[in-house]
């Protein structure tokens, strides 16, 4: 399934795309395992495992670690197709799942994610890790698609500040320049997924629009790949001042 332009593109972009991986009856049946999370197991979350959106309805922006609270998510990281498809292009057998993640970006209410690199905040050494992410609803440029950098991901950890966006705490000071560094827009339909290396700069914009653009990210690490638990528990302490100012997760 990992065909060897598949690999050469995720190892030459930092990203790639695979075509409907998934079936049209499995996305129905995500779909509904996502609401019933959402309905049964959000309101049970502490902060740092769900992210609302700042707007009056306050819909889920993010969810993360959902494999540790029902097991459909963590029978999903095991797909084969989907483990071969990280196991090949982390030229790794010995793969694990570290996350199984939820990005709503609701109609109307998604908001931009600014520009960043995921190990800027994952610590992992080496960066042998990639989120493979399932497109739930059609991701077009207009309601948020993912962003990516083309090469990105060779160029190390950038330096990073703050952002104060609640589910994306750190952004890019400056992102690379775009003429050595071009975008690409990730544009999926339901079943499609794509690929991204742990240090892939990416970000996605508002969704203004009618259409809801869902998404469920898994993130595999290879053997090699070891995380700094000190940088770590650095990062769960800026985590910890930032939630004590957030709202409640019942508004």
Same mark, same amino acid.
């Given at each position: 399934?990992?065909?060897?332009?598949?690999?050469?593109?995720?190892?030459?972009?930092?990203?790639?795309?695979?075509?409907?991986?998934?079936?049209?009856?499995?996305?129905?049946?995500?779909?509904?395992?996502?609401?019933?999370?959402?309905?049964?197991?959000?309101?049970?979350?502490?902060?740092?495992?769900?992210?609302?959106?700042?707007?009056?309805?306050?819909?889920?922006?993010?969810?993360?670690?959902?494999?540790?609270?029902?097991?459909?998510?963590?029978?999903?990281?095991?797909?084969?197709?989907?483990?071969?498809?990280?196991?090949?292009?982390?030229?790794?057998?010995?793969?694990?799942?570290?996350?199984?993640?939820?990005?709503?970006?609701?109609?109307?209410?998604?908001?931009?994610?600014?520009?960043?690199?995921?190990?800027?905040?994952?610590?992992?050494?080496?960066?042998?890790?990639?989120?493979?992410?399932?497109?739930?609803?059609?991701?077009?440029?207009?309601?948020?698609?993912?962003?990516?950098?083309?090469? $990105? @991901?060779?160029?190390?950890? &950038?330096?990073? !500040? %703050?952002?104060? /966006?609640?589910?994306?705490?750190? #952004?890019? +000071?400056?992102?690379?320049?775009?003429? $050595? @560094?071009?975008?690409?827009? &990730?544009?999926? !339909? %339901?079943?499609? /997924?794509?690929?991204?290396?742990? #240090?892939? +700069?990416?970000?996605?914009?508002?969704?203004?629009?009618?259409?809801?653009?869902?998404?469920?990210?898994?993130?595999?690490?290879?053997?090699?790949?070891?995380?700094?638990?000190?940088?770590?528990?650095?990062?769960?302490?800026?985590?910890?001042?930032?939630?004590?100012?957030?709202?409640?997760?019942?508004?």
């Amino acid at each position: 399934m990992a065909t060897k332009h598949i690999v050469q593109q995720y190892n030459e972009d930092g990203f790639v795309i695979v075509r409907q991986l998934i079936s049209t009856d499995e996305i129905a049946a995500l779909d509904q395992h996502v609401d019933d999370f959402i309905r049964d197991v959000v309101p049970t979350l502490e902060p740092g495992d769900v992210y609302f959106e700042d707007t009056p309805s306050r819909p889920v922006k993010s969810i993360f670690r959902m494999n540790r609270h029902a097991p459909y998510f963590q029978q999903l990281a095991d797909d084969l197709r989907l483990r071969d498809l990280a196991t090949a292009l982390l030229a790794d057998t010995n793969i694990t799942c570290s996350n199984v993640a939820f990005f709503g970006k609701p109609s109307g209410d998604g908001s931009v994610v600014p520009a960043h690199q995921d190990n800027a905040f994952q610590y992992w050494a080496p960066p042998d890790v990639l989120t493979v992410t399932i497109a739930i609803d059609e991701s077009t440029v207009d309601n948020g698609a993912l962003i990516c950098q083309q090469g $990105s @991901h060779r160029l190390g950890v &950038l330096p990073h !500040q %703050p952002s104060g /966006v609640m589910g994306f705490s750190m #952004a890019l +000071v400056e992102p690379p320049d775009l003429a $050595s @560094h071009p975008e690409a827009a &990730l544009c999926l !339909q %339901p079943g499609d /997924v794509a690929v991204h290396h742990v #240090a892939t +700069v990416h970000r996605s914009d508002a969704n203004l629009t009618t259409r809801c653009r869902r998404q469920l990210s898994i993130g595999y690490c290879s053997s090699r790949a070891q995380p700094d638990e000190a940088a770590r528990a650095e990062h769960r302490k800026r985590l910890a001042t930032l939630h004590a100012g957030a709202k409640p997760l019942q508004s």
